[in-house]
């Protein structure tokens, strides 16, 4: 990517759950690809089932700008801790891009906190392994962040 890349509102993404991999496209053409994790409970919009849910999402927020890579994160606000690798919590880290459904069925999307964000569990990326938010590599939700606007389209399919 290039700096002529940033902040392009024409950036829209897609999570395939079947490859575990985010895309970034451009006017619908494929930019970068990255690995992801999305939930170990499955797909679904249900309150209170960790699952990754599905369809079209906005980009409602974005969060942590400036912060550390390994950042630690509560309600969005950074905590002041740097994270470890491992651990059994399903930590926020990095960056935070807050998903909103745009769909009858997702509609609960940003009252369940549904993040695209970094991992202190690295080495899970790749396979589901959240609690149904998008994890990333913490460089790579930097890389990510740094690009895609605030309103930019996502599907997760």
């Known amino acids: 990517m ?10 829209s993404l897609k999570v395939d ?3 575990q991999t985010l895309h970034l496209l451009s006017n619908g053409k494929l930019v970068k690809s990255w690995p992801v994790s999305t939930s170990k409970f ?7 089932s960790y699952k990754t849910p599905l369809g079209k999402f906005r980009i409602h927020g974005k969060f942590g700008e400036g912060a550390a890579p390994w950042a ?3 309600s969005r606000l ?3 801790e740097i994270a470890v690798p491992g651990g059994e919590e399903d930590g926020v880290l990095t960056r935070i891009l807050w998903l909103e ?9 940003l009252e369940r906190y549904i ?3 970094g991992t202190n569990q690295e080495d899970q990326i790749g396979r589901p392994a959240s609690h149904g938010c998008i994890r990333l590599r913490n460089q790579d939700v930097m890389e990510l962040f740094a690009v895609v606007p605030e309103g930019a389209e996502v599907e997760i399919a």
């Open 78 to 80: 950074p905590t002041g």
């Open 72 to 74: 630690v994160f509560k």
């Open 42 to 48: 499955g797909l679904g919009s249900e309150p209170g």
């Open 17 to 19: 759950v079947t490859q």
């Open 115 to 117: 993040y695209i964000h």
């Open 101 to 109: 459904g745009l769909e009858e069925a997702n509609r609960n999307t």
């Open 2 to 11: 290039t700096d002529n890349d940033r902040c392009d509102l024409s950036f």
